[in-house]
């Protein structure tokens, strides 16, 4: 099956109930090794790997491409003849049906490996920082950090010198020192590999978190990734496996566990005063659409689309579901078990491809996977149920929904914020009321550097908080609000819900990366320093 995209093609192969796919980058832009490596991290795990000239072919001209794809495919079919049973057995290691549920295998811990819950290391009292990845949410990290004591910026890298550039001036426009420069392609490597640097702040797509944070750690770094933080199951025990042998920080950026709303309401499911949790919703709904058909300014090269193009299920599934985790005290207490995923259809971005570049276009033309709506339900081992939701392509409001359902009241962020409790819990709290609620149950963190995090920003202060937290937790020696478990636990819902979503929703167990240590934390906490 030959399937044309607006940036390039791949040659599907299917036997049985296992896909791969040899897949062709005819983008300029891009070299034809790191379609390679794309080809691996997308998961779709070739048969057989064929390189090709790098010259650029006119996707309009399909006479001619079909003439060139039906010879690849006829190579092609010939090398799966040999490596079709070796990928068949390797693939059934991977993911087996147990139970009535589909389970991927957990990897031994290596001897002398211990885990690495409620990890402290020793304290640094200036934090020497490297950011890697100066885009949208790399740029606005660097302005956040000059707001911050206790730490040096003393490296950027970007592929893009002037984003560097554009760095070193919000460095300079503070009063603080320039910074190294790194530019090239594999420069990551040379940043992680510093003498001189305590945290590496990873801002890149998706498809390099992994590497880079597992390099980092090898190097005796910690690290602090952007979401998700990992695309694959393999790729969850690799951080895992990393951290636990290194001993080293391994923190994902879910700024969303740092809004107000969100930290005020864990507070008060601390105290009780939804009762006992039962039940939790999260989401990501955000239309991205003019920002993934963005060929000039959007993401670059394009990366989220191209991800989206040939991934189903939610790709991004952390923004709704960190905070609900940590009301539910997740691998503190309590665990996820299994989970349940369906999509709907795609159509929205095929709508706004043609609105944009016109019906015969090739975004219009192209197969996107990823489905407008994606819903996951899941159930933990205490019977509390989480419900999580991904749409990007739609035309609505944005919504996390956030909401917490326990056995004395209610609250939700979305689609406006309130609160009901008993003996009234038919309606939401008159405001008066709920702003002195807000107000009583307000997070100590908040109440101790909100008043800056707003005047700093990013996304309405949450980010600076949950900067300010990583900064005073490595300063002072202590276990991180988010630790590698978490970073696994939510980003494994990657390619578990499309795991799921592929086997017509058929259950998937959510692996342990605990490895059997879930109840030895008792509850959810911030470490708080003792007073000298």
Not at 374 to 383: A, E, Q
Not at 422 to 446: C, G, T, V, W
Request: net charge negative; hydrophobic share 40%; aromatic share 10%.
């Amino acid at each position: 099956k030959i399937i044309f995209e607006n940036f390039g093609f791949y040659i599907k192969v299917e036997s049985g109930s296992d896909n791969g796919a040899a897949f062709f980058m005819l983008n300029k832009n891009l070299p034809l090794i790191y379609s390679y490596m794309s080809l691996q991290n997308f998961q779709y795990p070739p048969h057989l790997v064929i390189f090709v000239s790098s010259e650029i072919i006119n996707l309009n001209k399909m006479n001619k491409m079909m003439k060139f794809a039906r010879l690849f495919l006829l190579i092609l079919l010939t090398g799966c003849m040999i490596a079709l049973p070796d990928y068949t057995e390797a693939q059934s290691l991977k993911l087996k049906q147990k139970d009535g549920m589909l389970e991927f295998a957990t990897p031994k811990r290596e001897k002398g490996q211990t885990d690495v819950l409620q990890l402290r290391c020793d304290p640094i009292p200036v934090v020497r920082v490297a950011f890697i990845g100066l885009g949208m949410r790399g740029s606005m990290a660097v302005d956040r950090f000059t707001h911050l004591d206790g730490v040096e910026v003393v490296a950027l890298c970007d592929v893009r010198p002037e984003y560097v550039q554009q760095a070193q001036n919000r460095l300079k426009n503070a009063g603080l020192p320039a910074a190294q420069e790194f530019t090239g392609a594999e420069d990551w490597k040379k940043v992680c590999e510093l003498d001189n640097v305590d945290l590496i702040y990873n801002c890149t797509p998706w498809l390099l978190h992994t590497p880079i944070a597992v390099y980092a750690m090898e190097h005796g770094k910690h690290v602090a990734i952007e979401v998700p933080a990992a695309m694959s199951i393999e790729e969850c025990w690799q951080l895992v496996n990393t951290a636990e042998k290194t001993r080293r920080h391994c923190m994902m950026l879910e700024n969303c566990c740092y809004d107000f709303f969100e930290m005020a309401t864990l507070n008060m499911a601390q105290q009780g005063l939804f009762g006992e949790i039962m039940h939790v919703e999260g989401a990501y709904i955000h239309d991205l659409r003019s920002l993934n058909l963005d060929d000039k300014t959007g993401y670059y090269d394009m990366w989220r689309l191209k991800y989206n193009t040939i991934h189903t299920g939610n790709p991004y599934p952390t923004h709704g579901l960190g905070p609900v985790c940590q009301v539910l005290n997740i691998h503190r207490g309590d665990k996820m078990d299994y989970l349940v995923s369906v999509s709907s259809a795609q159509k929205g971005l095929s709508v706004a491809a043609a609105e944009k570049f016109g019906k015969d276009s090739e975004y219009t033309q192209t197969d996107y996977a990823l489905g407008d709506m994606n819903t996951t339900l899941i159930r933990t081992h205490k019977g509390k149920t989480i419900m999580i939701q991904h749409d990007v392509t739609s035309p609505r409001p944005y919504d996390r929904l956030h909401k917490i359902s326990g056995t004395k009241g209610f609250a939700q962020k979305y689609p406006t914020e309130g609160i009901a409790l008993e003996p009234n819990a038919h309606s939401f709290l008159p405001k008066e009321q709920m702003d002195s609620l807000m107000a009583r149950y307000e997070h100590p963190i908040a109440r101790e550097i909100g008043e800056k995090a707003r005047e700093v920003g990013g996304h309405g202060g949450m980010d600076f908080m949950m900067d300010y937290r990583l900064i005073y937790c490595l300063r002072n020696g202590l276990p991180l609000d988010q630790d590698v478990y978490d970073a696994a636990e939510w980003s494994s819902l990657v390619e578990l819900t499309e795991t799921s979503v592929k086997h017509n929703g058929m259950p998937v167990r959510i692996p342990d990366f605990t490895r059997g240590a879930w109840d030895r934390v008792n509850g959810f906490s911030h470490a708080v320093a003792q007073p000298k």
